[in-house]
Structures are given as C-alpha cells and as structure tokens.
C-alpha cells in the first residue's frame, strides 16, 4: 500500500528509495525505460496452398497473348522467350 505524502517531503523520501541517514542527490533522477520490444510472428498461421484456378487460367491467357502477337510480329526473336516462359508458368500451374 503506498504511503502518504507528507507535507514538505520530496516524492523520494516518502517511497523508501533511500534510507534515513542518506546523503540526498544534488541534480534530477535519471529514469531509463526499457527499449527491448518482444516481437511474435504468427507462424503456426502460414498455410501454403496450391495455385488457384483463376491464378492457372490467368497463366493460360497470358501464354495465348504471347502466342497470338508473335503470329502478328514474326520479325521480334523476343516472343521466343517470351513463349518459352508462358508455357513454363502455365504447365506449372496447372
């Protein structure tokens, strides 16, 4: 239970932080707070799934895009890769 305030008596004479014969401080107290912050990650939360169907139908349009402007712009030697990786991401996601 916390003790009075008596009248004329600093906040540290009355808490029991120093004893009665003690020197008293010249200068402010110093008070450090803790700056240590616990941090918890919810990994018993993460839950892998597979790829949707909108995610793998989404891979078949884009690999049907690259294919199409390929057939329009024969010249460009960049839809070859570009098909390459379509295809790839499409028969992995299916």
Do not use: C, H, Y
């Not at 906040?11 to 004893?19: A, C, I, Y």
């Not at 460009?76 to 390459?84: G, V, W």
């Amino acid at each position: 239970m916390p003790k009075p305030i008596e009248k004329g008596a600093s906040p540290s004479d009355t808490n029991g932080s120093r004893s009665q014969g003690s020197k008293s401080r010249k200068g402010p107290e110093v008070v450090a707070p803790s700056s240590r912050v616990n941090v918890a990650f919810p990994f018993s939360q993460i839950k892998l799934q597979e790829p949707s169907q909108e995610l793998a139908d989404l891979a078949g349009l884009v690999f049907d895009l690259v294919v199409a402007m390929a057939e329009w712009v024969p010249e460009d030697d960049r839809f070859d890769e570009l098909r390459a990786r379509a295809q790839a991401l499409r028969e992995r996601l299916r």
